[in-house]
């Protein structure tokens, strides 16, 4: 599992080690790593790092020491290093000075040609302007270096995150640099995992310089395979469909049957036992899937269940959103339902609830414009789920699940474009339901569902349009490839 940790944290952990280090030597384990990262960068771009050109955009601080420092050591192995100082006065001294005993210069101070006629030629751009305690966007004079760097062909790689961008909220207020890679210290960073801010950082490396990290306190969890296979419910041998978990879906109208088809698409392949199917959509259920319970009953009549799903394609159905939020046993409230649910309703549950909006509906249940939820995820995730006391899994580029009694939030980046397709979150809504009624938490059953769904849209697109039917028969391959089987 990678963690995420806020600056404060970092901060803390940096002053205890440093207490126990001799003077510099925290900078120099960092400078250390960024330069093996980066003279990979150059053996694949250049073909070399003997020769090549190399660019630091330094600004004052740490940030600008660490970039100074691993220049000085791709100096030493023949590169040709060139340093920018945005803040000639406030650069770090000892730096700025290993790196002209290794034979790198400063622009203006030998080195010939403008700062942007420099990135133009160079084979690597190293991004040092700002370190993790900067925020709202680069200042006036580091914009035409940003500019230059994007415009050029040089690789560009960001110290610790990407100048401008925000460390802890993944927030973009202004202009940054678009890394292609960043080079991070110690801990993944909340920004390098969540959009906005994700889409500047491109690949992350984490280089490990033994920050002691507090075990508890993380921000943001990230889930790898072997974490999702631990959660993944696997029959034993005295199995039956109902000990493996019924799972309901209530959803579908006339006017969207479609969406029934595909929610239950997903709760078959989710690991309950049986799909019980509630809703006017139960034909065209039946045809495409006759291992369907289908029930006309409505959801107080349909039979046990150990969890329901409400909501994709209801349409304006609110009794039998009312009717499921009713019952003693997990929820899922997605799309329509969504629209449809009482927040008070919502809030007297006393079982587990998982609502999974996408950035609109999150904006209307919070009462604020899409751009403010795509511009603050990790806020506006974490408002919906202490304002509705439910699980909240806000759907994006990147998933953010957040529970319901706080800690940590889950980030989930498998998906792929490809998934923005009609029908993809119904999938998901039945996938993710399908594991609360084999007995997952509602933070595992959407973060799980969440890592499945994404993989299956990688799977099932391979770089090429898929529809959600094609996602939702990616699901067992996405669930053996996490198995490792």
């Not at 053996?43 to 220049?71: E, T």
């Not at 909501?311 to 997990?330: C, I, M, R, Y």
């Amino acid at each position: 599992m990678r963690t995420a940790y806020r600056v404060e944290t970092v901060r803390n952990a940096e002053r205890e080690l440093m207490a126990r280090l001799p003077e510099g030597a925290l900078m120099h384990r960092a400078a250390a790593g960024l330069a093996a990262a980066c003279a990979e960068v150059l053996g694949r771009a250049a073909g070399r790092v003997y020769g090549s050109r190399v660019v630091l955009l330094v600004g004052s601080g740490d940030n600008g020491g660490d970039a100074l420092y691993a220049g000085a050591r791709l100096a030493r192995r023949g590169a040709g290093v060139t340093a920018v100082l945005l803040s000639p006065e406030r650069a770090h001294g000892a730096g700025l000075a290993a790196l002209r005993r290794a034979g790198g210069r400063v622009a203006g101070d030998g080195a010939s040609g403008s700062p942007e006629e420099l990135i133009a030629r160079a084979d690597l751009v190293l991004d040092g302007i700002v370190g993790i305690g900067g925020a709202g966007g680069l200042r006036k004079e580091a914009v035409p270096l940003a500019d230059a760097a994007a415009r050029s062909r040089a690789a560009v790689v960001a110290v610790d995150l990407p100048s401008g961008v925000d460390a802890d909220s993944g927030r973009v207020r202004g202009d940054v640099v678009r890394a292609d890679l960043t080079v991070t210290f110690g801990t993944h960073k909340p920004g390098l995992l969540i959009d906005p801010a994700r889409e500047y950082a491109g690949s992350v490396r984490l280089v490990d310089i033994g920050l002691p990290l507090p075990r508890e306190g993380a921000e943001l969890e990230a889930l790898q395979h072997a974490d999702v296979a631990r959660l993944l419910p696997v029959p034993a041998a005295e199995s039956d469909k109902y000990r493996r978990g019924v799972v309901g879906v209530a959803a579908g109208s006339a006017r969207y049957p479609g969406a029934a088809v595909l929610a239950v698409s997903g709760a078959l392949r989710g690991g309950a036992g049986a799909v019980r199917y509630v809703g006017p959509a139960g034909d065209a259920v039946i045809a495409r899937f006759p291992e369907t319970l289908v029930s006309d009953r409505g959801p107080e009549r349909a039979g046990r269940v150990q969890a329901w799903v409400v909501g994709p394609g209801a349409g304006d159905d609110a009794a039998t959103v009312a009717q499921v939020l009713a019952a003693e046993v997990p929820v899922l409230i997605d799309a329509d339902g969504l629209r449809l649910a009482d927040p008070e309703a919502v809030r007297a549950r006393t079982a587990p609830t998982l609502m999974t909006p996408h950035a609109g509906e999150a904006a209307a249940l919070l009462g604020v414009g899409r751009e403010e939820v795509e511009g603050a995820r990790l806020d506006s995730v974490r408002e919906l789920a202490a304002r509705y006391g439910a699980t909240v899994l806000l759907k994006g580029s990147t998933t953010l699940v957040a529970g319901a009694r706080g800690g940590p939030v889950r980030v989930n980046a498998t998906g792929t474009s490809w998934l923005a397709t009609a029908g993809s979150g119904d999938v998901l809504s039945g996938l993710a339901g399908s594991l609360l009624a084999a007995g997952l938490s509602a933070v595992d059953a959407g973060s799980a569902g969440a890592y499945l769904h994404g993989l299956a849209g990688r799977f099932a697109a391979q770089g090429a349009p898929a529809g959600a039917h094609d996602v939702a028969e990616a699901i067992p391959r996405a669930w053996r490839d996490v198995r490792g089987e």
